[in-house]
């Protein structure tokens, strides 16, 4: 019969004292890695408390404000459009097609651009950098900023709000377009070349059948959280729902909010299941890659 | 000379048949698709009031504009000229603190929130369906509700200042984080879970010790991560009142302070980066000590 100690064991528990001494880092856990959590803790608590210091916060204040957040939400039910339905549903047709403009331009004028920042595609060094860091510059500037400065050109309207969507997608997508680029396997190109293709040829026949998929998805997931930013782009007067969604809680009219966050909790839900559905089909797995 | 074998025609005439058919079937699929997005793309043109006239006369203000906000530095004067630009370094930084703070306060309050929540959405962790359901829920909540309409309700509740971008970044934290983490936690070996609960171990011994420490390293990076996002976040919060130096940026866009508008652009992208770029290096670290 075996018993429950193996042997090996049993005379390791015997010569314990001699193999603590022998072996002293195996026994203890090297110090800073024992300081590391609790001084982390500690000095996250610490930022906390002085950041809440610095924005004063009180508990009453806290309290009172969430008694009047506890009014509010009593009032936003029932839901309910008021006689405005209509508008809100147009609002909601102009949200949709920000976010799907915008998300369709950006990925059109980013594919080019992202294979100036591609390594393995465009092996100048000083336009890699270059690229990278105009695309980076993009992404710098919220949405929200873009749509300011598009409603100075085309005005008020849905419109600023797609070339908002595009300009700053476009920063993204050529940053996740050019890394997708950088992670194909470098073989079919090879391939296509040694058979006497141009590189041109080695990119369309070995590289895009490898990456399209890749961009698609990423495409169809930034479609998914463009429609969430189109929701709120009206709030700067860009065009679609947010507009209405920022009057009526600035007239305090909270079933109408109520049903407008509604709305768009429903519009979202819908993107995501349909954008999922396809990108299953299209890729085979539900995986989200960005 | 040697050639190739191929089948004789008889056997052949019906796979290449086959290849044909299958050839056809995706070229129609592929026209097919193209044709809807032509035609969404024609209706959202339509809906979204896309006026391309407009655009080409417009299209020169857009380059004016970032014209119009590049400084004027000229040689002889430089640093006079860097000085006037930053006329106003450190009110500027002083509201870019507060934004970053904002964001801080913001994640590490959601983290902690999604931290509590995970555990509820997993499948592996909780039986009972409707207890998970409602974890689930809440956080699809969290998360699909934009962040700045909860501030432009909770400006309106706590009145202007930080409080309520803070609150507005927690909440969509907790949304997005406690998603995240539900698919970690539903993705560790239950062996150390199997071992603690047959030796008798309560919901939150078990969690502790045989879920807790597979995790940690991934919750912290989601976390970083997710804390850039809000920094980016945070600066728009202040277009709505909810404090930081997105007030002063769009008062300075609304009123065409150029100089001004380029100088705080400057400032915050320069942050974005610098954050950016820690938190690469920190998430760097994470992994490594992980790979012990």
Redesign the interface.
């Given at each position: 019969m075996n018993s429950p100690v193996s042997p090996l064991r049993a005379r390791a528990d015997a010569d314990r004292a001699n193999l603590k001494r022998r072996y002293p880092a195996s026994f203890r856990a090297p110090l800073l890695a024992r300081l590391l959590p609790p001084v982390t803790v500690a000095l996250a608590t610490a930022l906390a408390v002085y950041a809440l210091w610095r924005f004063g916060f009180s508990p009453e204040k806290f309290i009172d404000g969430l008694g009047k957040l506890g009014i509010v939400v009593g009032l936003m039910i029932p839901p309910s459009p008021g006689n405005q339905l209509w508008n809100y549903v147009g609002a909601l047709g102009e949200t949709l097609s920000i976010a799907f403009l915008g998300t369709l331009g950006a990925a059109i004028l980013a594919l080019p651009v992202s294979m100036l920042a591609a390594k393995n595609v465009v092996a100048n060094r000083i336009i890699h950098i270059a690229s990278r860091r105009f695309l980076d510059t993009i992404r710098g500037v919220d949405t929200l900023i873009w749509a300011l400065i598009w409603i100075n050109v085309v005005g008020l309207g849905p419109f600023a709000g797609i070339l908002a969507i595009l300009t700053s997608d476009f920063g993204t997508f050529g940053k996740l377009f050019s890394e997708a680029i950088e992670a194909a396997d470098k073989k079919p190109v090879d391939g296509v070349l040694s058979a006497g293709g141009s590189d041109l040829q080695g990119f369309r026949f070995g590289v895009l059948p490898q990456v399209l998929p890749v961009l698609l998805s990423q495409v169809l997931y930034y479609f998914e959280s463009n429609t969430r930013s189109a929701t709120i782009i009206g709030i700067v007067g860009a065009g679609g729902i947010g507009l209405y969604l920022a009057n009526e809680i600035a007239q305090a009219e909270w079933p109408q909010v109520a049903f407008l966050i509604l709305m768009i909790l429903v519009t979202v839900s819908t993107i995501d299941w349909l954008s999922g559905k396809i990108r299953f089909a299209v890729i085979g797995t539900q995986g989200r890659t960005a | 000379m040697r050639t190739v074998a191929t089948l004789p025609p008889a056997q052949l005439a019906p796979l290449a048949h086959v290849y044909t058919a299958a050839v056809a079937a995706k070229r129609r699929w592929m026209i097919g698709g193209i044709g809807l997005?032509i035609a969404?793309?024609l209706?959202?043109?339509w809906?979204?009031?896309?006026?391309l006239a407009?655009?080409w006369k417009?299209?020169p203000?857009?380059a004016s504009?970032f014209y119009d906000i590049l400084p004027r530095l000229r040689m002889e004067t430089f640093f006079a000229d860097l000085r006037e630009w930053f006329w106003n370094l450190d009110g500027w930084l002083a509201l870019l603190w507060?934004t970053l703070?904002i964001a801080?306060?913001g994640t590490?309050s959601g983290a902690v929130a999604g931290f509590l929540l995970c555990f509820l959405a997993s499948a592996n962790l909780t039986r009972s369906t409707s207890l998970r359901f409602a974890a689930r829920r809440t956080l699809?909540?969290c998360r699909?509700?934009?962040e700045?309409?909860f501030a432009?309700?909770?400006v309106?509740?706590?009145?202007f200042?930080?409080?309520p971008g803070?609150l507005a970044i927690a909440i969509h934290t907790t949304g997005a984080l406690g998603k995240q983490f539900s698919e970690v936690v539903e993705n560790v070996n239950m062996q150390p879970v199997e071992g603690l609960t047959a030796a008798g171990a309560t919901y939150v011994e078990t969690v502790r010790f045989g879920v807790v420490p597979q995790v940690v390293s991934n919750f912290v990076s989601y976390t970083l991560l997710r804390f850039e996002i809000n920094v980016?976040?945070a600066?728009?919060l202040g277009?709505?009142g909810a404090?930081g130096i997105g007030k002063e940026?769009?008062s300075t866009?609304?009123q065409f302070y150029y100089a001004d508008v380029s100088a705080i652009?400057v400032i915050?992208?320069g942050t974005?980066?610098l954050i950016d770029w820690l938190t690469e290096i920190l998430r760097h670290k994470l992994l490594s000590l992980d790979g012990r």
């Amino acid at each position: 019969m075996n018993s429950p100690v193996s042997p090996l064991r049993a005379r390791a528990d015997a010569d314990r004292a001699n193999l603590k001494r022998r072996y002293p880092a195996s026994f203890r856990a090297p110090l800073l890695a024992r300081l590391l959590p609790p001084v982390t803790v500690a000095l996250a608590t610490a930022l906390a408390v002085y950041a809440l210091w610095r924005f004063g916060f009180s508990p009453e204040k806290f309290i009172d404000g969430l008694g009047k957040l506890g009014i509010v939400v009593g009032l936003m039910i029932p839901p309910s459009p008021g006689n405005q339905l209509w508008n809100y549903v147009g609002a909601l047709g102009e949200t949709l097609s920000i976010a799907f403009l915008g998300t369709l331009g950006a990925a059109i004028l980013a594919l080019p651009v992202s294979m100036l920042a591609a390594k393995n595609v465009v092996a100048n060094r000083i336009i890699h950098i270059a690229s990278r860091r105009f695309l980076d510059t993009i992404r710098g500037v919220d949405t929200l900023i873009w749509a300011l400065i598009w409603i100075n050109v085309v005005g008020l309207g849905p419109f600023a709000g797609i070339l908002a969507i595009l300009t700053s997608d476009f920063g993204t997508f050529g940053k996740l377009f050019s890394e997708a680029i950088e992670a194909a396997d470098k073989k079919p190109v090879d391939g296509v070349l040694s058979a006497g293709g141009s590189d041109l040829q080695g990119f369309r026949f070995g590289v895009l059948p490898q990456v399209l998929p890749v961009l698609l998805s990423q495409v169809l997931y930034y479609f998914e959280s463009n429609t969430r930013s189109a929701t709120i782009i009206g709030i700067v007067g860009a065009g679609g729902i947010g507009l209405y969604l920022a009057n009526e809680i600035a007239q305090a009219e909270w079933p109408q909010v109520a049903f407008l966050i509604l709305m768009i909790l429903v519009t979202v839900s819908t993107i995501d299941w349909l954008s999922g559905k396809i990108r299953f089909a299209v890729i085979g797995t539900q995986g989200r890659t960005a | 000379m040697r050639t190739v074998a191929t089948l004789p025609p008889a056997q052949l005439a019906p796979l290449a048949h086959v290849y044909t058919a299958a050839v056809a079937a995706k070229r129609r699929w592929m026209i097919g698709g193209i044709g809807l997005l032509i035609a969404l793309s024609l209706l959202s043109g339509w809906a979204g009031q896309v006026d391309l006239a407009k655009f080409w006369k417009g299209l020169p203000r857009f380059a004016s504009y970032f014209y119009d906000i590049l400084p004027r530095l000229r040689m002889e004067t430089f640093f006079a000229d860097l000085r006037e630009w930053f006329w106003n370094l450190d009110g500027w930084l002083a509201l870019l603190w507060d934004t970053l703070l904002i964001a801080y306060l913001g994640t590490l309050s959601g983290a902690v929130a999604g931290f509590l929540l995970c555990f509820l959405a997993s499948a592996n962790l909780t039986r009972s369906t409707s207890l998970r359901f409602a974890a689930r829920r809440t956080l699809e909540f969290c998360r699909t509700v934009p962040e700045i309409v909860f501030a432009l309700m909770f400006v309106y509740a706590f009145g202007f200042g930080p409080m309520p971008g803070v609150l507005a970044i927690a909440i969509h934290t907790t949304g997005a984080l406690g998603k995240q983490f539900s698919e970690v936690v539903e993705n560790v070996n239950m062996q150390p879970v199997e071992g603690l609960t047959a030796a008798g171990a309560t919901y939150v011994e078990t969690v502790r010790f045989g879920v807790v420490p597979q995790v940690v390293s991934n919750f912290v990076s989601y976390t970083l991560l997710r804390f850039e996002i809000n920094v980016r976040g945070a600066t728009v919060l202040g277009f709505v009142g909810a404090g930081g130096i997105g007030k002063e940026l769009i008062s300075t866009i609304r009123q065409f302070y150029y100089a001004d508008v380029s100088a705080i652009l400057v400032i915050i992208i320069g942050t974005v980066f610098l954050i950016d770029w820690l938190t690469e290096i920190l998430r760097h670290k994470l992994l490594s000590l992980d790979g012990r």
